[in-house]
Structure formats: structure tokens, C-alpha cells
């Protein structure tokens, strides 16, 4: 496993779009898929994708298999399934998984709102699950709904952090010469034992790759393969790339992959990838303020100290003004990180508005979403203790949209006060906001911080 470090997007991020609506004939022209190979005026590759998901996942340790495991309480296929389905001009995608995880695997769709998926029944071998997933994009198959593609990603549903760019890289090199797959260098020597145990020989590392996921194929090349396929290969074997180079004589282009092409193999595998996506999805922070003059005000310098203080994290700013117009946008954008201010007169007026306009938008399906309800009190007026006592409900309301994947949490600033003990107190307020998004806990939900 190299997990590498984050790579910076944000995991549901929509990708630019490589295909085009009915007639719009020359935009898709342009596309880097038309320009793979499609003679001018053409419509971009039809491109689809197979994913075997019917292993038991031994090697897991773990009774349930690790692409139904669940990372941030999602599950793990779910991450991968996004992964492909943001990619525009991928048409189809094929999951293939046992008869006894159909089920499973279909609430996974519903609950996610994964488009563009069709389940079908895994082999007992990883091939026989790639050849099911490929029969059904066939056209030769009886019954057959979906339309043969060009050219067909096959890919790992344990592999979550699979980019654009890697997909269109390795669909391009199959249009030109029929199979490709992403490379990476090996980590580990490789060495071959002899019968009785002993070093018999090792391969020179700098020669050799350790193959990856996504490979890509023409349809026809990988599909003829599986067609002519031994039984011996497809009970034993596991390249793909073998595949069409033994039985249609193809050898395949060799594309450089990046690092997030890991798998999740291991148990520990799977806190590296929730650490992976905790870290993407805490990228962006939208400060949320009414426009009223006093708490803008307030609300622009908690902004400030916060691109300040947090200058790895893109700091955006809201109003809640009307419906929300001006968050609509930001939400659009995936942003899932939200620090409500509210001013003395609106213990919580401001932040309800918020958790309206989250769950409208739906945004908390994907991930935990983290408001962070900053309350300024004057301790003149209220003292802190009652202050807190007054907001000891926040705890009941955070456990209802706790079950609506909303993180709420609250915090408590004293204000006014002079410039230099409100800025140490903004500073503080910074760290606690950065590691409750950071840490994601949902065991501080309702917790009362005070900075």
C-alpha cells in the first residue's frame, strides 16, 4: 500500500465534461476523446466500465467484504462509484457482486443517488466477474439494455481515489492500441523462491512495474479475449492486460499512474483512506452570517483570522440573507464545512437557517457535514454560565441532525472586548474550528467549547 498524500481535489467534485448534449456536434469535436483517434465531426468515444466487486476480502480480516466496509460510515464501493460517475463521458457503469449482495448493493445506489449504475452477478473468480460485467454491455446477449461501448474501463471497487485525468489518459492509449493500463513503480523487490523454500532468483526493480487499476480496452479486443479465455485462466488468473495480449495478440500501452491508485487490502487500509478523505473534504470553509451590519462585521474579522491563521484552507464567506441565495453556490461546489455566526440577539436564529438550507441541498449524503455555531455573548449582559446553560438544548437539536450525517457543534467567544484579547480569542476559536472539521468526531457533536 502508498497512500501518498491527498493530491488536493476534493472527492466529489464534478469533472469537466468530456461529452456533449444531442447536437452540439462541434463542442464534442473538441473534447479529448474526440480528439483520440474520432475523425472530425464525430461524437466523443462511447465508453463504459466494468467493476468486479465480488470478492470475500480474506485478507481483510473481517467478516464483511471490504468494498462494502464502511468508511465515514459510507461504504467503500460508494467512494469508487463516485469516483467513475462524475466522469461525464463515462456512459455505464457495471458492478458486478455476488447473488447474495445484489440486494445490498442496490440500497447502496438508492441511498447514495448513484446514476448510471447496473448491478449484475459476479463469477467465483475476479475473471468470471469482469467477463458477467462485460456480457452485459454486449450486444450479442439476449435481453442486453445497455448499448455496447467503444472503448471499457475495467477497475478495482476498492480503489476510491481513482482521478480524471488517469481515466482519460489510459482510455485514449486503448483507442490507439486497443489495451492499456496504469503502471507504478515497485515499492518491494521482487524475488522467486524455489520448492524448498530458498531464494531461487529476483527481478532487477528499476525493469519492472507493479500493475494498477483503471485498465482500458476496445470492447471488441477485451471481450473476444474473455471469449477465447481457458478455464485455467479464468479460474486462476488476474491481469487483464494478459488477457488480450495471449488470446488477440494485443500488447498493451503502459501509462504512468499517480499514487492515490492504491487498494484497500488491509484493515488498516482502511483508516489511511478515511484519513485520506477527511483530509479532502476539510479543504474549503464558508463563513455563514447574516447581513445585518453588526454581525457582518463581526462574522468578516472571524473570516479573516481564519484565512489567517488556517492559510492551508480555502476560507469562502456566505449570507443567509432571503433563501440563501449567496450559499447555493458555495453548496453547488461541494464545500462541507460551514461556521455559523451568530451575534448576542440570535442565540441560534442563524445557524437554524443554515441546517434548513443544508438539508434541502441534500449536501450531507456523500459526507459528514460539519457547522460549527459560533455564539458571540457580551459577559456584562450574560454571564458565561448562563450563556451556556441557555445553549445546553444545542446537545438534543445536534442529535437530531446527527442523523442526518450533519456534525453540529458549538462555541462560545466573548464580545466586545479590546482588539488584542479578541483576536487571541479568534485565534483560539481557529484551532478548535480546524480540528473539529479535521477530526470529523461525532462523539464532540453538541459539545459546548468555549475560546
Given at each position: 500500500m502508498e497512500?501518498?498524500p491527498p493530491?488536493?481535489?476534493r472527492?466529489?467534485?464534478?469533472?469537466p465534461?468530456l461529452?456533449s448534449?444531442?447536437g452540439a456536434?462541434?463542442?464534442?469535436?473538441?473534447s479529448?476523446?474526440?480528439?483520440?483517434?474520432?475523425?472530425?465531426?464525430?461524437r466523443?468515444?462511447?465508453?463504459?466500465a466494468?467493476l468486479p466487486?465480488?470478492?470475500s476480502?480474506?485478507?481483510m480480516g473481517?467478516?464483511?467484504?471490504?468494498q462494502?466496509?464502511?468508511?465515514?460510515?459510507?461504504?467503500?464501493?460508494?467512494y469508487?462509484?463516485?469516483?467513475?460517475?462524475?466522469?461525464?463521458w463515462?456512459?455505464?457503469?457495471?458492478?458486478?457482486?455476488?447473488?447474495?449482495n445484489?440486494e445490498?448493493?442496490?440500497?447502496?445506489?438508492?441511498k447514495?443517488?448513484?446514476k448510471?449504475?447496473s448491478v449484475?452477478?459476479a463469477?467465483?473468480?475476479r475473471?468470471?466477474?469482469?467477463?458477467?460485467?462485460?456480457?452485459?454491455l454486449?450486444?450479442?446477449?439476449?435481453d442486453?439494455?445497455?448499448?455496447?461501448?467503444?472503448v471499457?474501463?475495467?477497475?478495482?471497487a476498492v480503489?476510491?481515489?481513482?482521478?480524471?485525468d488517469?481515466?482519460l489518459?489510459?482510455?485514449?492509449a486503448?483507442k490507439?492500441h486497443g489495451?492499456a493500463?496504469?503502471?507504478?513503480?515497485?515499492?518491494?523487490t521482487v524475488?522467486?523462491?524455489?520448492?524448498d523454500g530458498c531464494l531461487d532468483?529476483s527481478?532487477?526493480?528499476?525493469?519492472h512495474r507493479?500493475?494498477?487499476?483503471p485498465?482500458a480496452?476496445?470492447f471488441?479486443?477485451i471481450?473476444?479475449?474473455y471469449?477465447?479465455?481457458?478455464d485455467y485462466d479464468?479460474?486462476f488468473?488476474?491481469?487483464?492486460?494478459?488477457?488480450?495480449l495471449?488470446y488477440?495478440?494485443t500488447?498493451?500501452k503502459?501509462?504512468e499512474?499517480?499514487?492515490?491508485?492504491w487498494?484497500?487490502?488491509?484493515k488498516?487500509?482502511?483508516?489511511a483512506?478515511?484519513?485520506?478523505?477527511?483530509?479532502?473534504?476539510?479543504?474549503?470553509?464558508?463563513v455563514v452570517?447574516d447581513?445585518?451590519e453588526?454581525?457582518e462585521h463581526i462574522?468578516?474579522i472571524?473570516?479573516?483570522v481564519?484565512?489567517?491563521e488556517l492559510n492551508?484552507v480555502k476560507?469562502t464567506?456566505g449570507?443567509?440573507?432571503?433563501?440563501?441565495?449567496d450559499?447555493q453556490?458555495?453548496?453547488?461546489?461541494?464545500?462541507?464545512?460551514?461556521?455559523?455566526?451568530?451575534?448576542?440577539?440570535?442565540?441560534f436564529?442563524?445557524?437554524?437557517?443554515?441546517l434548513?438550507?443544508?438539508?434541502?441541498?441534500n449536501?450531507?449524503?456523500?459526507y459528514p457535514?460539519?457547522?460549527?455555531?459560533v455564539?458571540f455573548?457580551?459577559v456584562?449582559l450574560?454571564p458565561l454560565?448562563q450563556?451556556?446553560e441557555?445553549l445546553?438544548?444545542i446537545r438534543?437539536f445536534?442529535?437530531e441532525v446527527?442523523?442526518?450525517?450533519i456534525?453540529?457543534?458549538?462555541l462560545?467567544?466573548?464580545?466586545?472586548?479590546?482588539e488584542?484579547?479578541?483576536q487571541?480569542s479568534?485565534?483560539?476559536?481557529?484551532?478548535?474550528?480546524?480540528a473539529?472539521?479535521k477530526e470529523?468526531?461525532?462523539?464532540?457533536?453538541?459539545q459546548?467549547l468555549?475560546a
Open positions: 497512500p501518498g493530491g488536493g481535489s472527492p466529489a467534485e464534478r469533472g465534461c461529452s448534449p444531442p456536434d462541434e463542442a464534442a469535436s473538441a479529448p476523446l474526440s480528439a483520440a483517434g474520432a475523425e472530425p465531426g464525430r466523443p468515444l462511447a465508453v463504459a466494468v466487486a465480488g470478492g476480502g480474506e485478507r473481517v467478516p464483511t467484504p471490504k462494502f466496509c464502511p468508511v465515514l460510515e459510507r461504504p467503500l464501493i460508494s469508487t462509484l463516485r469516483a467513475l460517475e462524475r466522469v461525464c463515462i456512459k455505464d457503469i457495471v458492478v458486478a457482486v455476488t447473488g447474495e445484489i445490498a448493493m442496490n440500497s447502496i445506489i438508492q447514495y443517488q448513484h448510471r449504475i449484475v452477478e463469477g467465483v473468480t475473471h468470471r466477474s469482469i467477463f458477467n460485467g462485460l456480457k452485459a454486449a450486444e450479442d446477449q439476449p442486453s439494455k445497455l448499448c455496447k461501448p467503444e471499457v474501463i475495467i477497475h478495482d480503489r476510491p481515489f481513482v482521478e480524471e488517469v481515466l489518459k489510459v482510455v485514449i486503448a490507439e489495451a493500463g496504469a503502471i507504478r513503480p515497485l515499492v518491494s524475488i522467486s523462491p524455489s520448492a532468483h527481478l532487477e526493480r528499476a525493469r507493479a500493475s494498477e487499476m485498465q480496452f476496445l471488441d479486443v471481450y473476444e479475449a471469449q477465447q479465455c481457458s479464468l479460474e488468473g488476474t491481469e487483464c492486460l494478459q488477457l488480450a495471449k488477440c495478440h500488447k498493451a503502459l501509462v499512474g499517480s499514487p492515490d491508485l487498494k484497500v487490502t488491509y488498516r487500509d482502511l483508516y483512506a478515511e484519513s485520506i478523505i477527511k483530509e479532502r473534504i476539510s479543504q474549503e470553509i464558508c452570517m447581513s445585518k453588526g454581525e462574522g468578516r472571524l473570516e479573516e481564519l484565512k489567517s492551508h476560507v464567506s449570507a443567509l440573507c432571503h433563501a440563501g441565495g450559499l453556490q458555495i453548496i453547488l461546489e461541494q464545500c462541507y464545512n460551514f461556521v455559523c455566526v451568530n451575534v448576542m440577539t440570535s442565540d436564529q442563524e445557524t437554524h437557517k443554515l434548513s438550507i443544508l438539508e434541502e441541498n449536501l450531507s449524503i456523500l457535514v460539519v457547522v460549527v455555531s455564539h455573548f457580551d456584562k450574560v454560565s450563556k451556556m441557555n445546553m438544548w438534543g445536534a442529535k446527527r442523523k442526518r450525517n456534525l453540529l457543534h458549538g462560545l467567544i466573548c464580545y466586545p472586548q479590546d488584542q484579547k479578541l487571541e479568534l485565534r483560539q476559536a481557529a484551532i478548535i474550528i480546524a473539529l472539521i470529523r468526531n461525532s462523539g464532540l457533536v453538541g459546548l468555549v
